[in-house]
C-alpha cells in the first residue's frame, strides 16, 4: 500500500519498489535512469497486466540522459494536472463560497458541515481504495469538502474576524515554499524520506484520535492538545509541516507519473491528492491564525 496524502491513497507506495521511482526516478538536479526503476515498465504498480512493458521511455532511455516524458499519445503531461487539479479546487472553492453565502452560522449548518465532512471522507476512501480514478467520486469529494470549508469558515470569520483570507495566503505561502524547496533539489523524496515521513504522520493521526476521544469524555478539558494556547499553536505548525511533507509526495508522484509515461487519467489521482493535501493545509493554518487571533 502506498500513500501520498493524509486519505492513504493507493497511489505512492508499492512493496515491490517503494515509492514510485524512489532511489530512481528524476527529481531536480537528478538524472533519469533505465527501466529498472521505472513504475510504468516492468512490474507496472498501476495494473495486474501490464500494458507499460512497451512504454517507449522505458525502451530508449539511457542512464544519466535527462527525464523526458514518452511523445506517444495519451500520456499524463503537466498541463493533464494542471487542467484537472484546477477543476478540483475549483469546485472546492465554488461549494465553500455558496455554503457561505447560503448557510448562515447556526448549529444547523454546522451539523451540515459535520455531515458533509464525513461524506467527502468516505468519498475519498471509496477513491483511495479504487484501482483507477474516477472523476465523478472525486468532484464529489471536492463539493463536499467544499461545503464543510465554506461552513468551517465563515464560523471562524464570524470569531475571528479575516481568518480565512489568512489562512488562504497561508496556504498559498506554505504551497509555495515548499514547491520551491523540492524544486531547488533541497529535499530528497527518497523511500527512507517517505517511511519516515509516514510514520511520523501515522502516530500523528493516532495521537490526534486519542485526544479526540478523551476530550469527548471529559477527560482532556479545553480541547487537549488541541486547545487555543500554545500547545496547540505547536500541534498546529506541527500538522502543517506534516502537510508540507504530503506536498512533497504529490510532486515526486506528478513528476514521475510525468517522467514515466503514466497513463492520461492518472491527472485525476494528482488532482485528488493535491486537493486533500491543500484541504489539510488550510483547516490547520485556520486553526493557527484564530489560536494566534486570541493571543493578541
Known amino acids: 500500500m502506498r500513500s501520498s496524502n493524509p486519505v492513504f491513497s493507493r497511489r505512492g507506495f508499492s512493496r515491490d519498489n517503494g ?4 532511489n530512481t ?10 527501466t529498472q526503476g521505472n513504475p510504468y515498465a516492468q512490474g507496472n504498480p498501476y495494473a495486474g497486466g501490464n500494458p507499460y512493458a512497451q512504454n517507449p521511455y522505458a525502451q530508449q532511455t539511457q542512464y544519466g540522459a535527462p527525464p523526458q516524458a514518452p511523445a506517444t499519445t495519451g500520456r499524463m503531461t503537466m498541463d493533464d494536472v494542471v487542467m484537472r487539479s484546477a477543476m478540483t479546487l475549483g469546485t472546492v472553492a465554488v461549494g465553500a463560497v455558496l455554503a457561505w453565502a447560503l448557510l448562515p452560522v447556526s448549529s444547523t449548518s454546522f451539523g451540515l458541515a459535520f455531515g458533509s465532512a464525513l461524506v467527502a471522507f468516505v468519498l475519498a476512501m471509496v477513491q483511495s481504495f479504487k484501482r483507477t480514478p474516477s472523476p465523478a467520486l472525486i468532484l464529489g469529494y471536492a463539493a463536499f469538502e467544499g461545503v464543510f470549508l465554506g461552513v468551517i469558515s465563515e464560523m471562524y470569520n464570524a470569531q475571528w474576524h479575516g481568518a480565512p483570507f489568512e489562512a488562504v495566503l497561508g496556504t498559498m505561502a506554505v504551497s509555495g515554499a515548499t514547491l520551491l524547496v523540492y524544486k531547488a533539489g533541497w529535499i530528497r523524496v527518497t523511500a527512507r524520506y517517505a517511511r519516515i515521513g509516514m510514520s511520523i504522520a501515522i502516530a500523528f493521526l493516532v495521537v490526534m484520535a486519542v485526544n479526540l476521544l478523551l476530550v469527548a469524555f471529559g477527560v482532556a478539558p479545553d480541547g487537549g492538545l488541541r486547545s487555543m494556547g500554545p500547545l496547540g499553536a505547536l500541534v498546529g505548525v506541527v500538522a502543517i509541516l506534516l502537510g508540507a511533507f504530503f506536498l512533497t509526495l504529490d510532486f515526486k508522484q506528478i513528476e514521475d507519473g510525468i517522467a514515466y509515461g503514466a497513463p492520461r487519467e492518472e491527472a485525476w489521482l494528482a488532482a485528488f491528492g493535491l486537493t486533500m493535501t491543500l484541504v489539510w493545509i488550510y483547516v490547520e493554518m485556520l486553526r493557527l491564525v484564530a489560536i494566534f487571533s486570541s493571543n493578541d
Open 25 to 34: 526516478a528524476p527529481q531536480a538536479g537528478g538524472a533519469a535512469v533505465g
Open 19 to 22: 515509492y514510485a521511482g524512489f
